[in-house]
């Protein structure tokens, strides 16, 4: 065999091997469980920031709002301005939960280029309890979900608790694309990487953490410049010694229709982000795409070998990439309906590497309307900026 037919061969075969290794350690999780225990519920306090609103937001946070939970719950809505739309949606809630302890806080005079953290950073001054629950505005929670997700911190050496989340509502052919970034190899990959180490940065849908260890690594403010605050705060905390916790229960993200360009946007933000804050693992990553190596493998022996096994065995390597991916898709989003098609799946990892090359090709990033560049220690600065 023709030696750079068998090197591409060899990264061809590496590439399947660790898709394989992925949904191996994907299989091992208790993806879904409920781990809940009636005799711990201490008091939580969460923070939601908000910003703008959709036709999904209404129940979105209303699912909060109806939490079945024995312990004492603060809700702390927060706004940059009261003029935001999402006001009018909040104010209605807690009209028809007048028995829960929430209420809406206009967070003025951000600090930061982060205005998510900016708006936690306030809203965590008013936190009344010691555990304290960080949650995007877009996530969906069953009404047990905080029995569960408080129990992991029944072991005091666990200092903060995460959970994995799932695209609920990929509505265009752009977002089916991303559930599989989302509901097929994301999760899959952090439970991979969790086999090498213990965990070490937190997932930002749903976050958990004691107010002391928090405090430890300067509160949320210290994170109001980090692009990737979720990744940040559970980072800082492990470096300090403390456990992080993954939730077998999943939470819903439920997004407004997104366009190509949208979603094109979004990954390469993501894309960015990883390769910031993980430059290393990221570059690799690229070693991972089992439809961008076989067919390279393909391209190059047809180019210089000729074997005639190589197409049906190229072939044989994406069939089997695209079934692990629908079964992780399966696995983690049980509604049917919601399982992105098999021809996704090789049209994702073409995209991927795309993506890969461009998260390389530059710094800025455009979150919410606004640009800005990433710099080398995963801050921002507004685009244009010293």
Known sequence: MNLLNLIFFAFALLSLAIAAWQWLAARKFPLHQKIANADFAPAISILKPLKGCDNTTAASLESWLHQNYAGPLQILF???????????????LLAKTPAANARLVVCEKLVGTNAKAAKLAQLEK?????????????VRVPPDFLASFVAPLRDEKTALVNCFYRLANPVTTA???EAIAINADFWSQVLQAATLKPLDFALGAAILVRRKSLSEIGGVQSLANCLADDYQLGHRIAQNGHRIALCPVVVECWD???????????????????????PLPYFFSLLSNATFWPGLWLLVSLAVANTFYAP???????????????????????????VSPAWLV???DVLQVAI???AFAGNTVEWRGRKMKLQRDGTLIENGGR
């Open 256 to 278: 407004a229709p997104m366009t190509w360009a949208q979603v094109w946007r979004h990954q390469l933000r993501w894309a960015r982000t990883i390769r910031v804050c993980q």
């Open 175 to 177: 977002m089916r694309w």
């Open 78 to 92: 927060g706004v940059a301005e009261e003029n935001d739309p999402v006001c009018e949606i909040v104010r209605a």
């Open 356 to 358: 890969w090359f461009c």
């Open 346 to 348: 090789p049209v994702k």
């Open 312 to 338: 049906l065995t190229a072939l044989v390597f994406v069939l089997v990439r695209i079934s692990l991916a629908q079964n992780l898709q399966r696995r983690f989003t049980p509604e049917r309906q919601l």
């Open 126 to 138: 008013l936190a009344q309890h010691d555990l304290i629950l960080v949650c995007d505005a877009d």
